[in-house]
T-cell receptor, first 116, second 113 residues
């Protein structure tokens, strides 16, 4: 079974600064995706960024980028130029491909607060 | 277009009662997932539908939990003889065929007194 670990329960950052959220995972699979989801107080999970395991190049989406270290099974999220609207819970998630259901396995989350 | 919707937004019930939670996926999405999110935790997988059939129900915690999707669109999660430990936010997500992005609804917060 796959597991996802987020070791930082809470983090804070000043507006306009950069913050990095950590995520490690454990799997014996070779074919998978990794995701970062954002969950604001409204409870709606929103996809921030995803990474295919077979791609060596790190994914980027505007101010969001990842550092994917496949051998180390590490998948951190970097948020640049932090904005007040980035305040939310952030979940790292793993998806095994080809298993039939492609369900997401989530970590426990990191609560990020962006301070003005 | 409309996203995934879930009703009710909040549900309060008494221990031992039966509840139904509804999910309306994005139109045309064949895959539908249910997750349960307990306080302070990440979502945990419950069940996956591809079309009308439950392709993976390995996450259902016991036989008090059941879900249906009779016409391949709307899904209902049914919980019998509710227990206080069932209190959580129940999230629904849908995705298009062969697409790995799951779109989530706002969830139903279930409170069992």
């Amino acid at each position: 079974a796959q597991t996802v670990t987020q070791s930082q329960p809470e983090m804070s950052v000043q507006e306009a600064e950069t913050v990095t959220l950590s995520c490690t995972y454990d799997t014996s699979e070779n074919n998978y995706y990794l995701f970062w989801y954002k969950q604001p107080p409204s409870r709606q999970m929103i996809l921030v960024i995803r990474q295919e395991a077979y791609k060596q190049q790190n994914a980027t989406e505007n101010r969001f980028s990842v550092n994917f270290q496949k051998a180390a099974k590490s998948f951190s999220l970097k948020i640049s130029d932090s904005q007040l609207g980035d305040t939310a819970m952030y979940f790292c998630a793993f998806m095994k491909l080809g298993g039939g259901s492609e369900k997401l396995v989530f970590g426990k989350g990191t609560k990020l607060t962006v301070n003005p | 277009g409309a996203g995934v919707s879930q009703t009710p937004s909040n549900k309060v019930t008494e221990k031992g009662k039966y509840v139904e939670l509804r999910c309306d996926p994005i139109s045309g999405h064949t895959a539908l997932y249910w997750y349960r999110q307990s306080l302070g935790q990440g979502p945990e997988f419950l069940i996956y539908f591809q079309g009308t059939g439950a392709a993976d129900d390995s996450g259902l915690p016991n036989d008090r939990f059941f879900a249906v999707r009779p016409e391949g669109s709307v899904s209902t999660l049914k919980i019998q003889r509710t227990e206080r430990g069932d209190s959580a936010v129940y999230l629904c997500a849908s995705s298009a065929y062969l697409d790995n992005e799951q779109f989530f609804g706002p969830g139903t917060r279930l409170t069992v007194l």
